[in-house]
Nanobody, 115 residues
Framework: VMLVESGGGLVQPGESLKLSCVASGFTFSNYHMSWYRQAPGKERELVSV????????NYVDSVKGRFIASRDNAKNTAYLQMNNLKPEDTAVYYCQAISGANTYWGQGTQVIVSS
């Protein structure tokens, strides 16, 4: 079982990034997908949840209107489109797959927003 995030990097405020999370080793379409982030010195925070058929269930208030979660079950991939990035979005971003008692995590991808 693997979840591999990619797409992070260093960007300036106002720019965009699209994170990807590629899944393998399990039936991706049966799992809800979540994006979390953890900033230095802070607890891990839930950013978004998207269910098995692509319905978004939750966004943390600070990213509403800027971040869009999506998934492509044919490609076993979840995405997080991040627009109008702010310095406070700086964090390591993780994807999580969850179904019943099974939970899998990716290794994270670093996002730094700085001028």
């Amino acid at each position: 079982v693997m979840l591999v995030e990619s797409g992070g990097g260093l960007v300036q405020p106002g720019e965009s990034l699209k994170l990807s999370c590629v899944a393998s080793g399990f039936t991706f379409s049966n799992y809800h997908m979540s994006w979390y982030r953890q900033a230095p010195g802070k607890e891990r925070e839930l950013v978004s949840v998207i269910n098995t058929i692509g319905v978004r269930l939750n966004y943390v208030d600070s990213v509403k209107g800027r971040f869009i979660a999506s998934r492509d079950n044919a490609k076993n991939t979840a995405y997080l489109q991040m627009n109008n990035l702010k310095p406070e979005d700086t964090a390591v971003y993780y994807c999580q797959a969850i179904s019943g008692a099974n939970t899998y995590w990716g290794q994270g991808t670093q996002v730094i927003v700085s001028s």
